[in-house]
């Protein structure tokens, strides 16, 4: 591919740019607030998230606005369900999966349970940041959805794509170029892989991938500009307002999924 013929000769500057930004962008907190409950005495769901910094939260104070919270929000007035978040800021495919083989058979009050109807994964951020291969990392998501498949045995899998690295504020040009480009590739081959997961006629698990819908409202003002507005003051993680937008997205998918697949 271009890009990577590209990357390939502006790697010293990308290294540089990259070490840099590790330094200098700030370390936001994880937010506060609970990672296990329900939103009534008869759950009819259960929801497990699963994933990263972004899946824990970070870029917002309380996870009331994170997207844990705004999907209780939005969906507690339709139905009553479970929860259980567990993310980490920092977590790769691989760690998460190996936290997953850890604690998936102990007393973890969240990764013990015994079934989810439905899970949300985020993953993949720190993974292309680091110097993985695309197909080292959709085999690793590939277990990763094997091993929660199996455990869990979920009517469905909200994936998240990777976001567009190409318009994060906090990161230099061509470091954002290059990172964009990545990101879209992974996604590209992390759709093919769904495809085909979702292929077999006996698959109880509906894979889907979710993507935010990122639209400049705004033409007097640049993409990148608009993102600086809807993301964390640290230019590299979610704002209230898209985790807000991802939130209605997955309540979207469970409603539909509630109405085709009978998952009550």
């Given at each position: 591919m271009l890009y990577q013929g590209v990357s390939l000769i502006l790697a010293p500057l990308l290294v540089f740019q990259g070490l840099n930004v590790r330094r200098t962008t700030p370390r936001l907190p994880e937010p506060e607030g609970e990672r296990v409950g329900q939103t009534g005495a008869n759950p009819a769901l259960s929801l497990l998230i699963l994933g990263d910094s972004a899946a824990a939260g970070v870029g917002v104070a309380f996870q009331q606005h994170a997207l844990l919270g705004?999907?209780?929000?939005?969906?507690?007035?339709?139905?009553?369900?479970?929860?259980?978040?567990?993310?980490?800021?920092?977590?790769?495919?691989?760690?998460?999966?190996?936290?997953?083989?850890?604690?998936?058979?102990?007393?973890?009050?969240?990764?013990?349970?015994?079934?989810?109807?439905?899970?949300?994964?985020?993953?993949?951020?720190?993974?292309?940041?680091?110097?993985?291969?695309?197909?080292?990392?959709?085999?690793?998501?590939?277990?990763?959805?094997?091993?929660?498949?199996?455990?869990?045995?979920?009517?469905?899998?909200?994936?998240?794509?990777?976001?567009?690295?190409?318009?994060?504020?906090?990161?230099?040009?061509?470091?954002?170029?290059?990172?964009?480009?990545?990101?879209?590739?992974?996604?590209?081959?992390?759709?093919?892989?769904?495809?085909?997961?979702?292929?077999?006629?006996?698959?109880?698990?509906?894979?889907r991938l979710i993507k935010l819908p990122l639209e400049n409202p705004q033409p007097d003002i640049t993409m990148l500009e608009f993102m600086r507005q809807v993301m964390a003051s640290d230019g590299f993680h979610p704002g209230a307002p898209i985790y807000s937008a991802w939130a209605n997205l997955v309540v979207e998918q469970i409603v539909s999924g509630i109405k085709s697949d009978g998952i009550e």
């Open positions: 705004q999907v209780i929000e939005q969906l507690s007035p339709q139905l009553e369900f479970s929860y259980g978040l567990f993310a980490k800021t920092g977590s790769t495919t691989s760690t998460t999966l190996h936290a997953l083989q850890e604690q998936i058979d102990n007393a973890h009050p969240i990764l013990g349970q015994r079934h989810f109807d439905v899970i949300v994964t985020s993953l993949g951020v720190n993974d292309i940041t680091s110097s993985i291969s695309c197909e080292k990392w959709l085999l690793q998501q590939k277990t990763l959805f094997e091993l929660i498949t199996k455990r869990y045995r979920p009517k469905l899998i909200l994936v998240t794509a990777l976001p567009p690295l190409g318009l994060f504020p906090a990161l230099p040009h061509p470091l954002r170029w290059s990172l964009g480009q990545r990101a879209n590739q992974f996604n590209r081959q992390l759709q093919q892989l769904l495809i085909k997961l979702n292929q077999p006629v006996d698959q109880p698990t509906d894979f």
